[in-house]
């Protein structure tokens, strides 16, 4: 079993529509929770980063963490076509530089015009 | 800010050549920088996080002879992919993260697109 499983999609929603990307996790001991969002053929670009349970807003994105079913999501509103990208799931045990950041497989995800 | 670069960003070679790739911070110093390499459709592997003037950590698996990483300078950390194989043909990106940051945020290069012939 991964550490971390993530639906690799394609995701295909028509523009203007609410998103939902999930992981879970096995992992107890993961602390740090972070989502990247991956345009083709570039590097991964920190969209949020969460501590321990619960919900992080950042305008139209929204991270949410549930440490006791050890799972994960983002919820993208008024999706648009910019927003099509792989978005991957990551996280952590701790915060030192030496702590081994886990990343899920991503999930494909195409907004419609 | 906080920009890190890549390069070259695609290369194509002949099996049993070396390959050097270059990850820079442009802005900032990066005391510790990590390679991961990525196979299509696949989630990002760390390879071995590089320190600046010590010798780099190798994940389990991945040999050391093989992926040669010199981090001389708070800005520079190169990956030498020795006598490459078709087999590491792959999508290799680096990160970097500044003094102080714990292991967050990493801002990551635009990879280098490797293609062994």
């Known amino acids: 079993q991964k550490e971390v499983e993530q639906d690799p999609g394609p995701l295909s929603v028509p523009e203007g529509a609410i998103v939902s990307l999930n992981c879970t996790y096995s992992?107890?001991?993961?602390?740090?929770f972070m989502w990247y969002r991956q345009y083709s053929r570039k590097g991964p670009e920190l969209l949020m980063y969460t501590y321990s349970s619960g919900n992080k807003e950042d305008g139209r994105f929204t991270a949410q963490v549930d440490k006791s079913s050890k799972y994960i999501s983002l919820f993208i509103r008024d999706s648009q076509p910019s927003d099509s990208a792989t978005y991957l799931c990551a996280m952590s045990p701790g915060y030192s530089s030496a702590s081994k950041i886990i990343f899920g497989s991503g999930t494909r995800l195409s907004i419609r015009p | 800010g906080a920009v890190v670069s890549q390069h070259p960003s695609w290369v194509i070679c002949k099996s049993g050549t070396s390959v050097k790739i270059e990850c820079r911070s442009l802005d900032f110093q990066a005391t510790t920088m990590f390679w991961y390499r990525q196979f299509p459709k696949q989630s990002l592997m760390l390879m071995a996080t590089?320190?600046?003037?010590?010798?780099?950590?190798?994940e389990q698996g991945v040999e050391k002879d093989k992926f040669l990483i010199n981090h001389a300078s708070l800005t520079l950390s190169t990956l030498t992919v020795t006598s490459a194989h078709p087999e590491d043909s792959s999508f290799y990106i680096c990160?970097?993260?500044?003094?102080?940051?714990?292991?967050?945020?990493?801002?990551f290069g635009d990879g280098t697109r490797l293609s062994i012939l």
């Open positions: 992992n107890s001991a993961f602390q740090y």
């Open positions: 590089s320190n600046e003037g010590s010798k780099a950590t190798y």
């Open positions: 990160s970097a993260i500044s003094p102080g940051q714990g292991n967050q945020p990493q801002h």
